[in-house]
């Protein structure tokens, strides 16, 4: 039983992410109180990335990278790859013109790879088992955060630019 609840975990990951979203928007829309604009931002950009995070790791096995170690990859993963990949993509394209996005392309998945590689070679090396999956695992759990960061601050961007029209925001966050 416990297997095949691990490899459908990624379902009722979804369903409930969706109807917190949807609560989160309908209060908003119906209260226009702009204080939960980060909460539906943050459940929009973040839903569909840890929902595949849940459904590569019930596909490897066991659990077998604890949470902690996924938490760390998310978050400082996000924050250090977009960083990073945001301020050498505004040197690029400042200092080369627009000719260079296959460098862009290049910044920016090596910026994902940052924390992971850390990790592994920190946290997960320490393990007397580990397994190719471990990697693959931590690597999708620095990818998840780079990818939440980066549409948040699509949906930001589009709020902004749009003078804080939700729609605008809800379609961001939809494509």
Not at 12 to 25: H, K, Q, S, T
Request: charged share 10%; aromatic share 10%.
């Amino acid at each position: 039983m416990g297997d095949r609840w691990r490899r459908w975990a990624w379902v009722p990951v979804f369903v409930v992410g969706l109807i917190l979203y949807l609560v989160v928007l309908r209060t908003l829309v119906s209260t226009k109180n702009p204080n939960f604009v980060p909460a539906l931002i943050l459940l929009g950009a973040t839903l569909v990335p840890l929902t595949f995070l849940t459904f590569a790791q019930a596909r490897t096995g066991r659990w077998q990278v604890p949470a902690s170690v996924l938490v760390t990859s998310a978050f400082f993963g996000g924050v250090i790859g977009t960083v990073v990949a945001g301020t050498l993509e505004y040197d690029t394209l400042r200092g080369l013109g627009t000719l260079p996005m296959l460098f862009v392309a290049l910044i920016e998945e090596s910026a994902k790879l940052i924390v992971p590689v850390v990790l592994l070679f920190t946290v997960v090396a320490q393990r007397r088992r580990r397994v190719p999956s471990d990697g693959l695992i931590i690597g999708i759990a620095a990818g998840m955060g780079f990818a939440a960061l980066e549409t948040m601050g699509y949906a930001f961007s589009a709020l902004l630019s749009s003078q804080g029209n939700i729609g605008a925001v809800e379609q961001t966050l939809f494509i």
